[in-house]
């Protein structure tokens, strides 16, 4: 790995914390998970290690709380500059542990560092406010400062970006941030440390705390009194057990958790970018995401016509090693990724679904799958309900607007949905109708720093990019002055 890099040293295997370069009494394996080879041996942090960064962390933040917008925005600044100028490296690394194919990785990249410009930009911007007093002689001003430690935990499916949008609103707002990226990609990260060195980020400032044991982190992350703030992105499953373990310090929480996306193709469609739309909406990342399209609802008088199309597209795509070229799917995460998918079409198989594309698991060697479009799929199989996390396109059937409202509604999540429709009526009364934080309305993707990314049910709290971003990392704080 480390000969395909330009920069070698972005290859790093210590935590990062208070500025200084950290071993454990352990390490733990990363593996690749196309060939499945292990392929680096991180740190493993103990549990006093990771109080010892939130230690660390709490001495740094006063004092980075104290630097104006815009010195911050410089240091933010370079660290984006650093990250597109090792875009390639970074997009290697990441491909290397996380699977993905090299571009969607150097694009991600691109994603994560536009986080770090957006913030950057809007460290300048926090603005207060002051209100008429309610009495002649008060006088009424509220502050917007920093909430503190920031504490945030991060899974495998976006190394980079994930990080990336909780670390730079951090930032920019004057918290400090400690971060404990997933097991199985922890590379991308420490590579994300190497350049905030770099840049000037001081010590204890931004930590990476590299550990093979999730649940510790998090009970430290959630008990120690110095952390402010905690950021998880990852399954409702695990943010529900956070939220609880938060709520004996009332700590203020973030949480993107997982999703059951909607994707509708209306009889008026414009069925070619419908299906230009499905193919990145449900494959990006081996459909990996939490904003992929999980389940797709299609109008009957358009359902074969779409299908078919879909699974002429489908038919081209080249599953593969992510550093080969020409590979537009790479292997999933691990073995249990792999089984989740092939759970699901076995489940819909059995009980009436049939493939119209693809293979699922067989023939395929390792993690990785054949992507498959099932049809004749109904609300009583485990694709309705479930997060299938995989290369597995469901098409269901249905004939009525406010039926497929109701299908679509009938989940506990509530994070990403998507339609195509033309009509100016119907696209107006479905996207309200939608119960989700995000409908993308005749597109597939809905990513971008500059727009609120979250869900709203159990598919979240708080939202990440866009003003709104920062806000998640600020007290407000009101003074009342009698003059
Ligand atoms: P995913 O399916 O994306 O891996 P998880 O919610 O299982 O979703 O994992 C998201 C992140 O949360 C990962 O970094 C994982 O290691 C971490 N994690 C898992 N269990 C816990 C826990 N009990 N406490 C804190 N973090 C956890």
């Given at each position: 790995l480390q000969s395909l890099l330009k920069d070698p040293s972005l290859l790093e295997t210590r935590a990062y914390v208070n500025g200084e370069w950290t071993t454990g009494d352990?390490?733990?394996?990363?593996?690749?998970?196309?060939?499945?080879?292990?392929?680096?041996?991180?740190?493993?942090?103990s549990r006093e290690q990771v109080g010892a960064a939130i230690?660390?962390?709490?001495?740094?933040?006063?004092?980075?709380?104290s630097w104006t917008g815009k010195e911050r925005a410089a240091v933010l600044r370079k660290w984006f500059d650093l990250m597109m100028e090792n875009q390639d490296d970074l997009g290697i690394i990441m491909t290397a542990e996380q699977g993905k194919p090299l571009a969607e990785a150097k694009g991600e990249v691109a994603y994560g560092a536009s986080f770090i410009e957006f913030f950057a930009e809007e460290a300048k911007r926090i603005y207060g406010e002051t209100i008429p007093g309610h009495q002649r002689d008060k006088r009424i001003t509220v502050l917007k400062q920093p909430i503190g430690v920031a504490a945030s935990i991060t899974p495998w499916n976006f190394p980079n970006a994930m990080i990336a949008r909780k670390a730079a609103p951090a930032l920019a707002a004057g918290c400090s941030f400690v971060g404990r990226p997933a097991t199985e990609t922890p590379l991308s990260a420490i590579a994300m440390a190497v350049l905030a060195e770099r840049a000037g980020i001081p010590a204890g400032v931004f930590n990476i705390v590299t550990s093979s044991s999730a649940s510790e982190v998090g009970k430290e992350f959630c008990e120690n009194q110095k952390v402010r703030k905690l950021t998880f992105t990852g399954s409702t499953e695990v943010g529900r057990i956070l939220m609880r373990q938060a709520a004996d310090n009332v700590l203020k929480c973030s949480m993107e958790l997982g999703g059951n996306a909607p994707f509708i193709v209306f009889d008026d469609a414009d069925l070619d970018?419908?299906?230009d739309g499905a193919i990145i909406c449900k494959f990006?990342?081996?459909?990996?995401?939490?904003?992929?399209?999980n389940r797709i609802y299609v109008?009957?008088?358009v359902y074969d016509a779409f299908a078919e199309k879909l699974a002429a597209r489908v038919a081209t795509m080249k599953v593969g090693d992510g550093l080969a070229d020409g590979t537009d799917l790479g292997p999933l995460i691990n073995a249990e990724a792999s089984d989740k998918v092939v759970e699901h079409i076995d489940d819909a198989l059995a009980k009436g679904g049939q493939i119209l594309q693809g293979t699922g698991k067989d023939g395929m060697d390792g993690n990785f799958i054949a992507p498959t479009i099932v049809t004749?799929?109904?609300?009583?199989m485990k694709v309705a309900t479930e997060e299938t996390f995989g290369p597995l396109a469901p098409l269901f059937k249905f004939e009525d607007e406010d039926d497929?409202?109701?299908?679509?509604?009938?989940?506990?999540?509530?994070?990403?949905?998507y339609f195509y429709a033309k009509d100016l009526?119907?696209?107006?009364?479905?996207?309200?109708?939608?119960?989700?934080?995000?409908?993308g309305v005749n597109t597939g993707i809905i990513s971008t720093e500059v727009a609120p990314f979250g869900g709203i049910k159990q598919s979240g709290l708080g939202r990440e990019g866009s003003h709104h971003g920062i806000e998640d990392f600020l007290e407000l704080k009101y003074i009342c002055m009698t003059v």
């Open positions: 352990k390490t733990f394996d990363v593996s690749n998970p196309a060939r499945l080879d292990v392929i680096a041996q991180v740190a493993d942090l230690d660390a962390a709490y001495v740094a933040q006063k004092d980075w709380s970018a419908a299906v990006r990342n081996n459909g990996q995401t939490c904003v992929c399209a109008q009957a008088g004749g799929v109904t609300q009583e497929v409202i109701a299908m679509a509604n009938d989940t506990i999540f509530g994070l990403a949905s009526s119907r696209v107006y009364k479905v996207a309200e109708a939608l119960e989700y934080g995000i409908v």
